[in-house]
């Protein structure tokens, strides 16, 4: 499998410690390029996006959304959005389950 991350070079850094390639500050296309490759050369892969890449008109991220397969996109906020960011699928869960089931009951 293949792991790859895409966003700001402050935030690829963490991505960078722990071996995942990354790549730091790419125009639109280039982004695409990218992830035409990954599809291209790899059976399975899990791609981080940061969340302004995720929500921009890429079109390989449409595909991969709207089609599903072996290809998983991951949203991660940027590092000035840590405290509000809330990922998609917690906004799926919370209209599908309610709130209640994300809510910490640990303390």
């Given at each position: 499998?293949?792991?790859?991350?895409?966003g700001s070079s402050a935030l690829m850094d963490g991505f960078a410690l722990l071996g995942i390639q990354t790549?730091?500050?790419?125009?639109?296309?280039?982004?695409?390029?990218?992830?035409?490759?990954?599809?291209?050369?790899?059976?399975?892969?899990?791609?981080?996006?940061?969340?302004?890449?995720?929500?921009?008109?890429?079109?390989?991220?449409?595909?991969?959304?709207?089609?599903?397969?072996?290809?998983?996109?991951?949203?991660?906020?940027?590092?000035?959005?840590?405290?509000?960011?809330?990922?998609?699928?917690?906004?799926?869960?919370?209209?599908?389950?309610?709130?209640?089931?994300?809510?910490?009951?640990?303390?």
């Amino acid at each position: 499998m293949k792991i790859v991350a895409m966003g700001s070079s402050a935030l690829m850094d963490g991505f960078a410690l722990l071996g995942i390639q990354t790549y730091a500050d790419l125009s639109l296309e280039k982004i695409n390029d990218v992830l035409l490759d990954v599809k291209r050369k790899h059976r399975r892969a899990l791609v981080f996006l940061e969340q302004d890449i995720i929500n921009a008109d890429i079109p390989m991220v449409n595909r991969w959304r709207n089609q599903g397969g072996s290809m998983l996109i991951c949203e991660i906020p940027a590092l000035d959005q840590l405290n509000e960011f809330q990922p998609e699928v917690e906004q799926l869960i919370a209209r599908v389950m309610g709130t209640s089931v994300l809510e910490n009951k640990h303390g």
